[in-house]
């Protein structure tokens, strides 16, 4: 991969929202192993083009490209979103959407979202032959196409609270396609940044938030939960009889046991100074580190600013790649930086590591004592 102006692009200094995911992506596309399988990826979607120019269906290297992508997505979910965006199958979505007749919509809110019609294509032309839609609210199954992906959406309504917020199909359009290895994530398409943001926010980062709606609600978020509340467990069980409420019960209990940590706090707090007692406790608590990725988080947390590298390191090692010289002599710290981001660079791919990511490298002096030579 020659070197480039885009290459040097440092994802240091973006928002907590940006960086990190940014990092994973300069780190990824410079993965040589990664290199080859998006390579291995192309290759069969070749194939599969010429058997399609044939007149035929899919056929075995369509078949293959699936498996793979599979494959990857199980080891490694930000490496199964490139790849899908570097060798695009894209099945494009449109829905338009109003609110329902009567008046229980108020209730519900947006949730009570009607779709009038509703249209799927293989491409980013909504006049286009490859355009199939329906006026019933829901396509015919034997209209839908199989497709590699990614999924585009965009829904599309006359009133300001049903319509997304940004179209994607549009930004398609406009993209300076192909998209590639060589770009940075600077001048990646801007659905492909929302999809590697999504993963990092909703899997292993409980700061960032929705780039478009600026909160998380398509992640974990801070709340009190109502779960214990109106509901007796022993009486259902002694009942022998489960409703829609157990059910909806099951599928609270399981986001909390999969995705949170849950701490009892007494209601009878009265006073300002027991909350400020109680919130200086659950700080405490929450410094105290978990056994969320092994021994990374053991009785400790992470500084945020030497997440998968900081400036400097980034900085050194971009300069030594680029190939530049100034004449003066590098120290041994130089090359340790440079060395330490290579690493992350070999190790980012072809599993996702976080815990060997993330782990101090041995250069770093913090907390460490001086030891005299």
């Known amino acids: 991969?020659?070197?480039?102006?885009?290459?040097?692009?440092?994802?240091?200094?973006?928002?907590?929202?940006?960086?990190?995911?940014?990092?994973?992506?300069?780190?990824?596309?410079?993965?040589?192993?990664?290199?080859?399988?998006?390579?291995?990826?192309?290759?069969?979607?070749?194939?599969?083009?010429?058997?399609?120019?044939?007149?035929?269906?899919?056929?075995?290297?369509?078949?293959?490209?699936?498996r793979l992508l599979n494959s990857v997505k199980a080891q490694h979910p930000f490496a199964g979103v490139a790849l899908e965006w570097l060798v695009p199958e894209p099945l494009f979505h449109c829905n338009i959407a109003v609110w329902p007749r009567g008046k229980k919509w108020k209730k519900l809110g947006i949730f009570a979202t009607r779709f009038i019609r509703m249209g799927e294509g293989t491409k980013p032309n909504f006049s286009d032959k490859h355009w199939v839609w329906s006026?019933?609210?829901?396509?015919?199954?034997?209209?839908?196409?199989?497709?590699?992906?990614?999924?585009?959406?965009w829904t599309k309504s006359r009133f300001k609270a049903l319509r997304s917020k940004v179209n994607p199909i549009l930004e398609w359009r406009r993209y300076r396609w192909p998209f590639t290895i060589d770009r940075s994530w600077a001048d990646a398409p801007p659905q492909f940044r929302r999809q590697f943001l999504l993963v990092w926010r909703r899997h292993f980062d409980c700061r960032a938030v929705n780039p478009i709606s600026k909160d998380r609600c398509d992640s974990t978020f801070p709340h009190e939960s109502d779960f214990f509340q109106g509901w007796d467990l022993m009486q259902r069980i002694l009942s022998n009889n489960c409703d829609l409420e157990d059910a909806t019960r099951?599928?609270?209990?399981?986001?909390?046991?999969?995705?949170?940590?849950?701490?009892?706090?007494?209601?009878?707090?009265?006073?300002?100074?027991?909350?400020?007692?109680m919130g200086e406790w659950l700080a405490t608590e929450l410094k105290r580190g978990s056994n969320l990725y092994g021994d990374l988080l053991k009785d400790k947390l992470l500084n945020e600013t030497e997440l998968f590298g900081t400036t400097n390191e980034w900085a050194d090692w971009l300069f030594h790649k680029s190939g530049r010289r100034t004449g003066i002599a590098k120290d041994t710290h130089f090359?340790?930086?440079?060395?330490?981001?290579?690493?992350?660079?070999?190790?980012?791919?072809?599993?996702?590591?976080?815990?060997?990511?993330?782990?101090?490298?041995?250069?770093?002096?913090?907390?460490?004592?001086?030891?005299?030579?």
């Open 1 to 66: 991969m020659a070197d480039s102006q885009e290459q040097l692009f440092n994802p240091c200094g973006l928002d907590v929202n940006e960086e990190i995911p940014a990092k994973i992506w300069e780190l990824l596309r410079r993965n040589l192993v990664f290199q080859s399988a998006v390579k291995r990826l192309a290759a069969l979607q070749a194939k599969e083009d010429e058997w399609q120019k044939a007149g035929k269906y899919h056929g075995p290297a369509w078949e293959k490209s699936c």
């Open 135 to 153: 006026d019933q609210g829901k396509l015919d199954v034997n209209a839908h196409p199989l497709r590699r992906g990614p999924q585009v959406y």
């Open 250 to 277: 099951q599928i609270q209990f399981t986001e909390l046991a999969n995705d949170y940590r849950v701490f009892a706090i007494p209601k009878t707090i009265l006073t300002k100074a027991t909350a400020d007692q």
């Open 335 to 373: 090359y340790r930086r440079c060395g330490y981001i290579q690493s992350l660079v070999d190790s980012i791919y072809p599993s996702f590591d976080i815990s060997k990511l993330l782990a101090s490298p041995k250069h770093r002096a913090r907390g460490k004592p001086y030891v005299r030579k």
